[in-house]
Nanobody
């Protein structure tokens, strides 16, 4: 069984920064191969939306338009960890942030259906 654990959420003022991390643990290597990982977020009363994604071997990065230029995704594929550096945070960024792992090589990196494993989420609150 593979588990994804997020960390780094919290309360920050508008304009501030936070760094989220996601670690994959459990039966990795031969039984679990990561092709990519992503971040999604869900604000109260809204649907979960794509934030950013990274492909494991090429390190290609993809971003939602709303966070492009402010957020940076990175990964350490030797440790099966992923980070999301969030700068210039806005109140609209307030949400529960989830990390997800693609273990099948899906091309649907911006869709929930492109991921088979999900973390429990970490709350990010940006005050105005």
């Amino acid at each position: 069984q593979v588990q994804l654990v997020e960390s780094g959420g919290g309360l920050v003022q508008a304009g501030g920064s936070l760094r989220l991390s996601c670690a994959a643990s459990g039966r990795t290597s031969s039984t679990f191969r990561i092709y990519g990982m992503g971040w999604f977020r869900q604000a109260p009363g809204k649907e979960r939306e794509f934030v950013a994604a990274i492909r494991w071997h090429t390190a290609s990065e993809y971003y939602a338009e709303s966070v492009r230029g402010r957020f940076t995704i990175s990964r350490d594929n030797t440790k099966n960890t992923m980070n999301l550096q969030m700068n210039s945070l806005k109140p609209d960024d307030t949400a529960n942030y989830y990390c997800a792992a693609d273990q099948r090589g899906s091309s649907r990196y911006s869709l929930e259906s492109g991921y088979g494993y999900w973390g429990q989420g970490t709350q990010v609150t940006v005050s105005s």
